[in-house]
């Protein structure tokens, strides 16, 4: 059992972490020995900056990702975290990334996914390295660069001769221990520009924005339209009077700017926020839209997806022990070429991919979908050695009785076969990941550290 804490080192992990919440670390397009932008980049060389001024031989993997490493031994003890963000998005009310230190919390766009738990974790395998504790596994911990977008990183390091751990942590979504993960289905709907037929009667919709993510519930969402603003706007009022997401409306040139406001919340939990772009195509599909592929998606959307958030309309509804399928519409462009639309489904792990990806397709007519992203369930079983040390860590530090959970979200632990989601959220604490003003605790943060340490103890010594 850890016999000692990390809360002396308290002040040096909020200053690392304040560090690196200062780097817009959102992924760009890649610039020369860049694959994911310079922000990216930039909070790779930061954090492995850190790890060497902490006495650790760091490695820059390409620039995909890094990691440092501890110990000794043929087997191979992973934590792997990211240090890529979203986008900060709306309604902050501290900067976002600036790493603010204010009511015992650190505020900036990363502190709880994954920069605080990456600290953590970096100063937990720092105090086993500082008090010469010997191991029988290498712990190797993993800074991942492109885990909100796409998971290339971990595709390129298995690619490219990074080794496969006997077993693995993420310390990116809550605890107790998270042994099952929900399948990830990100989907693109598409429809293509024509012409508009000018004879035909009804407002034209000009544009429609909303969201950047699709694993993001979008806060804000936009649409312009040509025609009769007052009509529109005492169709808004109506619209308003029930509706917890709010439209309002400015008169521009010939016609109408909407603006809805509604919440952000992470994907895997649509249900935690309030979807800006859902409530205003509801809103548009009372109105009289003249036909084009904006209005086409906009019609299609509102009556396969409206406000639902299980797929009900599209019948992919599905629940079994894992939990019920979760469907996020995360966001909505258009170009000159035509719209596109991205859709988050998190599906339980006894359904199946192509039957969901069946139902859909049979469910569009205007709209073609397209498979841009997924990932199958993710299962670990709870009598395993990995899951039962991670019990006794937890239970050892915390007092509290470990249990196993499964969870919607997608995190590195589904990168490798024996590997779990471990912390860093505490039960019954605010998920803010994804939101505005996400923040760590800083007493968590340290806590953290403390069982990830104990962690190591329990697996590897």
């Given at each position: 059992?850890?016999?000692?804490?990390?809360?002396?080192?308290?002040?040096?992990?909020?200053?690392?972490?304040?560090?690196?919440?200062?780097?817009?670390s959102?992924?760009?397009p890649?610039?020369?020995?860049?694959?994911?932008?310079?922000?990216?980049?930039?909070?790779?060389?930061?954090?492995?900056?850190?790890?060497?001024?902490?006495?650790?031989?760091?490695?820059?993997?390409?620039?995909?990702?890094?990691?440092?490493?501890?110990?000794?031994?043929?087997?191979?003890?992973a934590?792997?975290?990211?240090?890529?963000?979203?986008?900060?998005?709306?309604?902050?009310?501290?900067?976002?990334?600036?790493?603010?230190?204010?009511?015992?919390?650190i505020?900036?766009?990363?502190?709880?996914?994954?920069?605080?738990?990456?600290?953590?974790?970096?100063?937990?395998?720092?105090?086993?390295?500082?008090?010469?504790?010997?191991?029988?596994?290498?712990?190797?911990?993993i800074?991942?660069?492109?885990?909100?977008?796409?998971?290339?990183?971990?595709?390129?390091?298995?690619?490219?001769?990074?080794?496969?751990?006997?077993?693995?942590?993420s310390?990116?979504?809550?605890?107790?221990?998270?042994?099952?993960?929900?399948?990830?289905?990100?989907?693109?709907?598409?429809?293509?520009?024509?012409?508009?037929?000018?004879?035909?009667g009804?407002l034209?919709?000009?544009?429609?924005?909303?969201?950047?993510?699709?694993?993001?519930?979008?806060?804000?969402?936009?649409?312009?339209?040509?025609?009769?603003?007052?009509?529109v706007?005492?169709?808004?009022?109506?619209?308003?009077?029930d509706?917890?997401?709010?439209?309002?409306?400015e008169?521009?040139?010939?016609?109408?700017?909407?603006?809805?406001?509604?919440?952000?919340?992470?994907?895997?939990?649509?249900?935690?926020?309030?979807?800006?772009?859902?409530?205003?195509?509801?809103?548009?599909?009372?109105?009289?839209?003249?036909?084009?592929a904006?209005?086409?998606?906009?019609y299609?959307?509102?009556?396969?997806?409206?406000?639902?958030?299980?797929?009900?309309?599209?019948?992919?509804?599905?629940?079994?022990?894992?939990?019920?399928l979760?469907?996020?519409?995360?966001?909505?462009?258009?170009?000159?070429?035509?719209?596109?639309?991205?859709?988050?489904?998190?599906?339980?792990?006894?359904?199946?991919?192509?039957?969901?990806?069946?139902?859909?397709?049979?469910?569009?007519?205007?709209?073609?979908?397209?498979?841009?992203?997924?990932?199958?369930?993710?299962?670990?079983p709870?009598?395993?050695?990995?899951?039962?040390?991670?019990?006794?860590?937890?239970?050892?530090?915390?007092?509290?009785?470990?249990?196993?959970?499964?969870?919607?979200?997608?995190?590195?632990?589904?990168?490798?076969?024996?590997?779990?989601?471990?912390?860093?959220?505490?039960?019954?604490?605010?998920?803010?990941?994804?939101?505005?003003?996400?923040?760590?605790?800083?007493?968590?943060?340290?806590?953290?550290?403390?069982?990830?340490?104990?962690?190591?103890?329990v697996?590897?010594?």
């Amino acid at each position: 059992m850890l016999d000692f804490s990390l809360a002396s080192r308290k002040d040096e992990m909020i200053d690392a972490l304040c560090r690196i919440l200062k780097i817009e670390s959102v992924k760009s397009p890649a610039q020369g020995n860049m694959p994911y932008g310079k922000g990216v980049f930039d909070a790779l060389i930061k954090t492995l900056g850190i790890a060497e001024k902490l006495d650790f031989d760091s490695v820059n993997f390409y620039s995909h990702l890094g990691y440092v490493e501890y110990g000794d031994g043929d087997e191979m003890f992973a934590i792997v975290t990211h240090l890529d963000v979203v986008p900060a998005g709306d309604g902050w009310t501290v900067p976002p990334f600036d790493g603010t230190v204010k009511d015992g919390r650190i505020y900036g766009r990363g502190a709880i996914d994954d920069k605080g738990p990456a600290i953590a974790a970096l100063f937990a395998l720092s105090a086993i390295k500082e008090n010469c504790i010997s191991l029988n596994k290498r712990v190797r911990l993993i800074f991942g660069c492109d885990e909100e977008s796409g998971w290339s990183d971990m595709d390129f390091y298995k690619k490219n001769g990074g080794e496969i751990p006997t077993m693995a942590i993420s310390p990116d979504a809550e605890f107790p221990i998270i042994n099952a993960e929900k399948g990830l289905l990100h989907l693109v709907a598409k429809k293509k520009a024509y012409p508009i037929n000018e004879q035909s009667g009804g407002l034209i919709v000009r544009s429609l924005a909303a969201g950047e993510r699709v694993n993001v519930v979008p806060a804000v969402c936009t649409c312009e339209i040509s025609g009769n603003a007052q009509a529109v706007i005492q169709m808004m009022d109506i619209f308003n009077e029930d509706s917890p997401v709010k439209v309002t409306a400015e008169e521009i040139n010939a016609g109408v700017r909407l603006t809805a406001h509604g919440f952000s919340a992470h994907g895997s939990k649509p249900d935690a926020g309030k979807n800006a772009l859902t409530y205003m195509m509801q809103f548009l599909n009372m109105l009289p839209l003249r036909k084009n592929a904006i209005s086409d998606a906009i019609y299609e959307l509102a009556e396969q997806i409206g406000l639902q958030t299980d797929g009900t309309n599209l019948g992919i509804a599905a629940q079994d022990e894992s939990g019920a399928l979760t469907l996020n519409l995360g966001y909505f462009k258009t170009t000159e070429e035509g719209v596109e639309a991205g859709i988050d489904i998190r599906y339980p792990i006894h359904s199946d991919k192509e039957t969901i990806l069946s139902k859909i397709n049979g469910r569009f007519k205007e709209l073609t979908i397209r498979e841009e992203f997924s990932r199958a369930p993710h299962f670990v079983p709870e009598d395993s050695p990995l899951v039962q040390g991670l019990k006794q860590a937890y239970e050892e530090v915390t007092g509290d009785k470990a249990y196993c959970m499964t969870m919607g979200g997608a995190t590195f632990a589904r990168a490798f076969p024996n590997s779990v989601a471990f912390g860093a959220l505490f039960p019954g604490q605010e998920g803010t990941e994804h939101q505005p003003d996400e923040y760590i605790e800083i007493d968590s943060l340290v806590k953290v550290a403390d069982i990830i340490a104990n962690a190591i103890l329990v697996l590897c010594k």
